[in-house]
């Protein structure tokens, strides 16, 4: 059974930085894809970084340049690094899991969710 646990959230002030990770447990992650998304009160869930299990990688628009998704299979663990945070990018923040090679931005691509991980950027 795949579980997914995220961490790492937390406030801070526009301009500064947060690293969430999600830990990762169920059949081998090296032949999965996952991804971060994120959800605003009264918005639809959006994509904002995937990865393929060969290490392919999308970015959501919003977030290109800012944001980076990385993987330690050996710790199987995804973690995102955000810089340069906007108080738009305040939302709750999930990772998400796919028994696909392929990565999508898709949410409704994805199988397995974690429950979730509060970011708060202020101004």
């Known amino acids: 059974q795949v579980q997914l646990v995220e961490s790492g959230g937390g406030s801070v002030q526009a301009g500064g930085s947060l690293r969430l990770s999600c830990v990762y447990s169920?059949?081998?992650?090296?032949?999965?894809?996952m991804a971060w998304f994120r959800q605003a009160p009264g918005k639809l869930r959006e994509g904002v970084a995937g990865m393929g299990s060969r290490g392919d990688i999308v970015h959501g628009l919003a977030v290109q340049g800012r944001f980076t998704i990385s993987k330690d299979n050996a710790k199987n663990t995804l973690y995102l690094q955000m810089n340069n945070l906007k108080p738009e990018d305040t939302g709750m923040y999930y990772c998400?899991?796919?028994?696909?090679?392929?990565?999508?931005?898709?949410?409704?691509?994805?199988?397995?969710w974690g429950q979730g991980t509060q970011v708060n950027v202020y101004s």
């Open positions: 169920g059949p081998s992650i090296s032949s999965i894809s």
């Open positions: 998400a899991a796919r028994a696909s090679r392929v990565v999508t931005l898709a949410a409704s691509d994805y199988t397995y």
